[in-house]
Structures are given as structure tokens and as C-alpha cells.
């Protein structure tokens, strides 16, 4: 009987790993590796091969796992697995592979289609020993997530870009070890959302919110010191902020000290040089803005910029910062207009009795 073309084009784990890694595309010297011999009869593995602690199958076309003995073989040794953009489309296939790599630290799945699909908790033992996990562009519901978070005690990094969210789905289960959450490029507006991940993450210390649309930050000093008390750096690129209370919310995250904030509404009517200004000016305990470290000498010239700008400011409009700088530094006179430009003199030159 002949097999259809869906069975002919499965691909398997194993298979790419052996066509990949075998003595002619990846000869032994080539990073550290270990030799295995083959495996049973029948075994795809044809020859020795040299594979790395790091194994990078991406765009392989794996579909299946394949005989879960051979890749327990394979990848005893194996701690990073980059498996993106694939199409692994069953949480049982990848289950099977995790589960028989003891000791795997990094998984990777990006861009394999996991939208339709939802991850059983009795399949999720698996992943137990993953400490950094990509699912960009996966699609994956937020259940999963839930299900993943739940069964990686040591899980560590979570990496959810580009997976089409507008909402947050709160757990009733936190994961306490989680410390990195990368959620750039979806589709998050309101701050009611962002704050559940304090919730579900009480340990975060690194939120990157770049490309959501999120439009404030709400709550209130309490709130925000109990929900995010652990946060040390929070990228906000691109999202919607318009208002500069915002910004000074910002100083009630207790241990925030990097920031990020480039290409926001808020930022748009000023010049380069009065947007580092006017934003290091209003956070006191920063010490990176936009990946730039933050020197003493630049914090002061900043904040003596901040107290010019706003001195001419009706009483009314001028921020509480303000007055905490002018108690700091005194009032300042404007700078003085200083005009370099070269002048026009008229120079008689005489030579004898000539002109």
C-alpha cells in the first residue's frame, strides 16, 4: 500500500539531528563535541556522529520526535536546543523530545505553530529542568503558559513576542523563579493587563514591554512596591505613554535603575538632547537610560537643565519635581548667550606714504 504525501514528508527529530550532525557537515573539531556510535538497527543514524552541548535544528522541517531511545542517546549530554521554525504542531512530539534530554537548560520553539494546541499538565513533566524558554511567535494560549510556568520550577527566562495578545490571562498558580519576561511586539494596551504579571511573577526583575501600545502606568506607590517589588529594569519603547505623570510613576517601582522609553508620544515635541534631560531629570534612582549608563556629571547637568526649562511656568503647571530640584540646587540664573560667530572688521593697511 502506498503511504500518502503528508506520511512521506514527516520529518523527525532524529532524523534532522543525524543529517545535520553526521562526520560530512559537522566534522569533529568544529566546537566541543562527543562522538556516539550508532545506535539499534534500524536506527536513522548512519555513522558517528559529533554533536555539541548546543544543538541548533531550526528550519528543518520537524514535524515528529521520532524513537524517544535514540534521542535519549543522542542527547545525554545536550543543555540548549534550538528548535524554531519548524513544524512541530503536537505538544505530545515535543513532550517527547524535552523528556528525553535530562539536561536541557534552553529550549527554543519559536515560530512553530502551537495556536491550536493546548499542553496537558500530565505531559508537562518534561520540561521540569528548562530554565530560559522561547515561544515567540508560537501563538500559544495563554493555558499553556500557565501549564509551562507551572511545571518549570527552575524556569527562569520566558520569551512570548509576537503572539498576538491584547489581553492577559492571570494564573491562580505564580511562578516565584521567573526573573526575565519578554513580551515585545503584541498587542497590549491598557496597564490593568501589565500588572497581572506582577502577580503571576513576583520575582521579575527584567520586564521588556517594547512595541505594546500600553498607554499609562497606573496604581498607585503601594500598589506598584507590591505588585513589582523586584523590578530592576522595564523597557517601554514604542508603547503609548503621553503623559509625563507616567513618567514620574516610574520612581515608585523601589528598585528600578535601567529604563528604556525611546519613540513615545510623550517625547515627540523635543529635541534629542532635552529628551535624555527632561527624563533623567524626573528619575532620580536611574543609572541606564536607553542602554546608556547614566554618569554623575550628566544626572547634574541634566537636572540643572530640568529646573531652567520649567522656571518660566506658570506656578501652577510646574511639576513637584521642580521644587525638589530648586531645594537641591537653589534657583538658577539662565545661561548666558554666548555669540561666537565671527565679526566684520575693517583693517587700513599702509606702506610708506602708499594706501
Known amino acids: ?49 559529533y554533536l ?15 524513537d524517544k531511545l535514540d534521542i535519549a542517546t543522542f542527547c545525554a549530554h545536550v543543555v540548549e536546543l534550538d528548535l524554531s521554525n519548524n513544524q512541530l504542531k503536537d505538544w505530545g512530539e515535543i ?37 530560559r524558554l522561547v515561544l515567540i511567535n508560537t501563538h500559544v494560549s495563554w493555558d499553556t503558559v500557565h501549564t509551562l510556568t507551572q511545571h518549570t520550577p527552575e524556569l527562569e527566562e520566558l520569551f512570548l513576542c509576537l503572539n498576538g495578545y491584547n489581553t492577559v490571562s492571570e494564573s491562580q498558580t505564580s511562578c516565584p523563579s521567573l526573573r526575565l519576561l519578554q513580551i515585545t511586539n503584541n498587542q497590549l494596551q491598557k496597564w490593568a493587563e501589565v500588572r497581572k504579571f506582577g502577580l503571576m511573577y513576583p520575582s521579575l526583575g527584567t520586564l521588556v514591554l517594547a512595541n505594546n501600545s500600553v498607554d499609562s502606568v497606573g496604581d498607585t506607590q503601594e500598589t506598584l ?45 523635543y529635541s534629542t538632547h532635552e529628551r535624555r534631560s527632561l527624563l533623567l531629570a524626573q528619575l532620580p534612582s536611574v ?62 593697511v599702509r606702506w610708506g606714504e602708499t594706501t
Request: hydrophobic content about 35%.
Open 1 to 49: 500500500m502506498e503511504s500518502s504525501s503528508d506520511e512521506e514528508e514527516v520529518h523527525t527529530f532524529v532524523q534532522a539531528l543525524s543529517e545535520k550532525y553526521n562526520p560530512e557537515n559537522f566534522p569533529y573539531g568544529q566546537g566541543v563535541g562527543v562522538v556516539l556510535l550508532p545506535s539499534l538497527p534500524g536506527s536513522p543514524v548512519k555513522d558517528r556522529l
Open 95 to 131: 513532550c517527547t523530545i524535552v523528556s528525553n534530554v535530562p539536561h536541557l537548560d534552553f529550549l527554543n520553539l519559536t515560530m512553530n505553530p502551537l495556536n491550536a494546541v493546548k499542553l496537558e499538565p500530565g505531559m508537562a513533566h518534561g520540561f521540569s529542568r528548562v530554565r
Open 287 to 348: 543609572v541606564a537610560l536607553n542602554g546608556s549608563a547614566v554618569s554623575k556629571g550628566e544626572r547634574e547637568d541634566a537636572e540643572r537643565f530640568f529646573i531652567r526649562y520649567h522656571q518660566d511656568s506658570p506656578e501652577q503647571e510646574l511639576p513637584e519635581r521642580y521644587h525638589i530640584l530648586v531645594t537641591k540646587y537653589g534657583e538658577l540664573a539662565p545661561l548666558a548667550e554666548v555669540d561666537l560667530r565671527p565679526r566684520c572688521t575693517m583693517v587700513d
Open 225 to 269: 512596591q507590591r505588585l513589582f517589588p523586584n523590578l530592576r529594569s522595564l523597557n517601554l519603547n514604542n508603547s503609548g505613554l503621553s503623559k509625563w505623570a507616567d513618567i514620574e510613576r516610574l520612581n515608585f517601582f523601589p528598585k528600578l535603575e535601567e529604563v528604556k522609553a525611546m519613540g513615545i508620544p510623550l517625547l515627540e515635541p
Open 52 to 66: 555539541p552541548s548546543s544543538l541548533v535544528l531550526n528550519n528543518c522541517g520537524i514535524s515528529k520526535a521520532g
